[in-house]
Nanobody, 127 residues
Framework: QVQLVESGGGLVQAGGSLRLSCAAS????????MGWFRQAPGKEREFVAR?????????YYADSVEGRFTISRDNAKNTVYLQMNGLKPEDTAVYYC???????????????????WGQGTQVTVSS
């Protein structure tokens, strides 16, 4: 059974940094595209970043986080990271890790592309 567990969320002041981790168990991670999404109160869940399968190595970011956030993976540890710098109050949300095991269709920034989801971790940025 595949499971994703996020950690690293918390409360930080504007301009600060956090690093989120997503630990994967089961047959995923290195052979899967991995994504981060977030959902703010009262808003739809939105795409944040994606790292393609190890063999491809492509990175994708939402315009709102480009240049501030960095997605990476450590295949030996079966873990994906989201380094978040220059945080803003509008980055406040629950952040979710998701795995694309190639079993679903859709574009890389669509939730439907991802078939395994973590439980989420809260990030709160104070002004």
């Amino acid at each position: 059974q595949v499971q994703l567990v996020e950690s690293g969320g918390g409360l930080v002041q504007a301009g600060g940094s956090l690093r989120l981790s997503c630990a994967a168990s089961g047959r995923t991670s290195s052979n899967s595209g991995m994504g981060w999404f977030r959902q703010a109160p009262g808003k739809e869940r939105e795409f944040v970043a994606r790292i393609s399968r190890r063999s491809e190595g492509f990175l994708y970011y939402a315009d709102s986080v480009e240049g501030r956030f960095t997605i990476s993976r450590d295949n030996a540890k079966n873990t994906v990271y989201l380094q978040m710098n220059g945080l803003k109050p509008e980055d406040t949300a629950v952040y979710y890790c998701a795995a694309d095991r190639g079993q679903s269709g859709g574009v890389y920034y669509s939730q439907s592309r991802y078939d395994v989801w973590g439980q989420g971790t809260q990030v709160t940025v104070s002004s």
